[in-house]
């Protein structure tokens, strides 16, 4: 008789695979091969930002108090006593109705607390004047205005993007403590699957679920060891999975995981003594996706569907690798869309229709069975139909989970 599975929550499924997830500790790597890596120290300000007070314009440095009743009929007049570019410091110090020539970014000179932009000025070479009064500090970029020493501007936990990675360069920061990387590993299995380079024959597909799955890696900045595509035969699999789960912190197998004669990753489960968290989850597709736990590593049984195995990816092992890697923000982004087509037909399962969204409309994809492929290519969003007893219409309010957004939320809610 076939074995009777029953389906948990997805919500429940997601809590155990994350719970089992800990973080693997930290190691330094170089700034530039930070990006996109999970940052293991807060980032504090080592010095002011700016570290000095500088201009922020072209034109000239001067002492406000020397600008004092200046008007249209009653011109100031400045008299030039240096010249300096960003990077440059002036030796000189400004007495009355002086002024240093002076370019955006450089030290303001001695005595100067304030800038006329060269707008702002009638020049004449040597000298120069000006319509108007200064107060002190106007036009002065001023130190300390943008960060102060010893604050805390990033806490740990964060990825590492461009913007982090400026402020990291600002401090210094030539190596850059990050989480460490979880191992692992894809394992394709099937015997009707081919290559990508193998033309097509009778019964036969070309694999699409290990070059995707790598894909949804390496879009976390995770690379991967392919394992290759394994016939479905008990004693070949279960040796590659054996192997391949030793050599990894996570093992990502797809196909091989329902109730089918040949599916045999439920045997190689038992065989390794893993503690199989769930087998059946109340969802579609993916309602077979599997997570087991062995020694430690996971074992992520997805579905052989193309649908089922992109949804159960982004759904549970993208969070638990993320928590692995020291993240906070390991979930999916939810928003609200208007939904663009009618689903009638109720269904017990909660629906993720692979959708494009478009920051008001959630339009389905196209073909959305567990099986197809086309739609994974389109969306960009995953429209969420909780289970019951309801169909949901056109225009209906309806949660989507957004896909391939640099980070992600640090709450699960569904
Ligand atoms: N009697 C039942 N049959 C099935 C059930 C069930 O509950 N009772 N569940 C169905 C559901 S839901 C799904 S989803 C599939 C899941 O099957 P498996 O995860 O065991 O995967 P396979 O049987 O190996 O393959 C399913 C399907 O996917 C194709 N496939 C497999 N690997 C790849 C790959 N790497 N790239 C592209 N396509 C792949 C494979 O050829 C099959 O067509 O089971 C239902 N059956
Ligand atoms: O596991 Mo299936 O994907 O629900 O069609
Ligand atoms: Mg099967």
Same mark, same amino acid.
């Given at each position: 008789?076939?074995?009777?599975?029953?389906?948990?929550?997805?919500?429940?499924?997601?809590?155990?695979?994350?719970?089992?997830?800990?973080?693997?500790?930290?190691?330094?790597?170089?700034?530039?091969?930070?990006?996109?890596?999970?940052?293991?120290?807060?980032?504090?300000?080592?010095?002011?930002?700016?570290?000095?007070?500088?201009?922020?314009?072209?034109?000239?440095?001067?002492?406000?108090?020397?600008?004092?009743?200046?008007?249209?009929?009653?011109?100031?007049?400045? @008299?030039?006593?240096?010249?300096?570019?960003?990077?440059?410091?002036?030796?000189?110090?400004?007495?009355?109705?002086?002024?240093?020539?002076?370019?955006?970014?450089?030290?303001?000179?001695?005595?100067?607390?304030?800038?006329?932009?060269?707008?702002?000025?009638?020049?004449?070479?040597?000298?120069?004047?000006?319509?108007?009064?200064?107060?002190?500090?106007?036009?002065?970029?001023?130190?300390?205005?943008?960060?102060?020493?010893?604050?805390?501007?990033?806490?740990?936990?964060?990825?590492?993007?461009?913007?982090?990675?400026?402020?990291?360069?600002?401090?210094?920061?030539?190596?850059?403590?990050?989480?460490?990387?979880?191992?692992?590993?894809?394992?394709?299995?099937?015997? @009707?699957?081919?290559?990508?380079?193998?033309?097509?024959?009778?019964?036969?597909?070309?694999?699409?679920?290990?070059?995707?799955?790598?894909?949804?890696?390496?879009?976390?900045?995770?690379?991967?060891?392919?394992?290759?595509?394994?016939?479905?035969?008990?004693?070949?699999?279960?040796?590659?999975?054996?192997?391949?789960?030793?050599?990894?912190?996570?093992?990502?197998?797809?196909?091989?995981?329902? *109730?089918?004669?040949?599916?045999?990753?439920?045997?190689?489960?038992?065989?390794?003594?893993?503690?199989?968290?769930?087998?059946?989850?109340?969802?579609?597709?993916?309602?077979?996706?599997?997570?087991? *736990?062995?020694?430690?590593?996971?074992?992520?049984?997805?579905?052989?569907?193309?649908?089922?195995?992109?949804?159960?990816?982004?759904?549970? *092992?993208?969070?638990?690798?993320?928590?692995?890697?020291?993240?906070?923000?390991?979930?999916?982004?939810?928003?609200?869309?208007?939904?663009?087509?009618?689903?009638?037909?109720?269904?017990?399962?909660?629906?993720?229709?692979?959708?494009?969204?478009?920051?008001?409309?959630?339009?389905?994809?196209?073909?959305?069975?567990?099986?197809?492929?086309?739609?994974?290519?389109?969306?960009?969003?995953?429209?969420?139909?909780?289970?019951?007893?309801?169909?949901?219409?056109?225009?209906?309010?309806?949660?989507?989970?957004?896909?391939?957004?640099?980070?992600?939320?640090?709450?699960?809610?569904?």
């Amino acid at each position: 008789m076939v074995e009777q599975r029953k389906p948990i929550p997805v919500s429940q499924a997601v809590e155990q695979v994350v719970e089992q997830a800990h973080p693997l500790g930290t190691e330094t790597v170089a700034l530039e091969d930070s990006y996109g890596r999970i940052l293991a120290e807060p980032i504090k300000a080592a010095h002011d930002v700016p570290p000095f007070n500088r201009s922020p314009y072209d034109g000239f440095a001067l002492r406000s108090a020397d600008t004092a009743g200046a008007s249209g009929e009653r011109r100031v007049r400045f @008299e030039v006593i240096d010249h300096i570019g960003a990077g440059e410091v002036s030796g000189k110090s400004l007495t009355s109705h002086t002024a240093v020539r002076i370019m955006t970014g450089a030290l303001l000179p001695e005595g100067a607390d304030a800038v006329a932009m060269f707008e702002q000025t009638v020049d004449s070479g040597d000298s120069f004047t000006i319509r108007k009064p200064f107060e002190p500090m106007e036009n002065v970029s001023l130190q300390g205005e943008d960060a102060k020493q010893g604050e805390t501007i990033i806490d740990s936990g964060g990825l590492i993007h461009p913007g982090t990675i400026a402020l990291l360069a600002t401090f210094g920061y030539a190596r850059v403590a990050v989480s460490k990387q979880p191992v692992v590993g894809i394992l394709s299995t099937g015997t @009707e699957l081919l290559d990508v380079s193998e033309p097509l024959s009778p019964g036969k597909i070309r694999n699409s679920n290990g070059p995707m799955i790598a894909a949804q890696l390496r879009r976390m900045g995770i690379h991967c060891k392919l394992y290759g595509m394994s016939e479905d035969r008990l004693e070949e699999s279960f040796a590659v999975v054996k192997k391949a789960a030793e050599e990894t912190d996570c093992l990502i197998t797809t196909g091989g995981v329902s *109730v089918g004669d040949f599916d045999f990753l439920p045997a190689i489960y038992e065989r390794l003594g893993a503690k199989v968290l769930f087998n059946k989850v109340a969802m579609r597709p993916g309602s077979v996706t599997t997570v087991a *736990v062995a020694n430690g590593r996971y074992l992520f049984g997805l579905s052989g569907n193309p649908s089922a195995c992109f949804t159960g990816f982004e759904l549970f *092992v993208r969070p638990a690798l993320l928590k692995m890697m020291g993240a906070e923000k390991i979930y999916l982004p939810k928003t609200t869309a208007i939904l663009k087509e009618d689903f009638t037909k109720a269904n017990p399962f909660t629906r993720f229709i692979r959708a494009t969204y478009d920051g008001t409309y959630a339009t389905p994809a196209g073909f959305n069975k567990s099986n197809a492929v086309s739609s994974i290519a389109r969306g960009n969003a995953l429209i969420v139909l909780p289970g019951g007893t309801r169909g949901f219409s056109a225009g209906d309010s309806v949660d989507v989970l957004l896909l391939g957004v640099e980070e992600g939320v640090q709450q699960w809610q569904l």
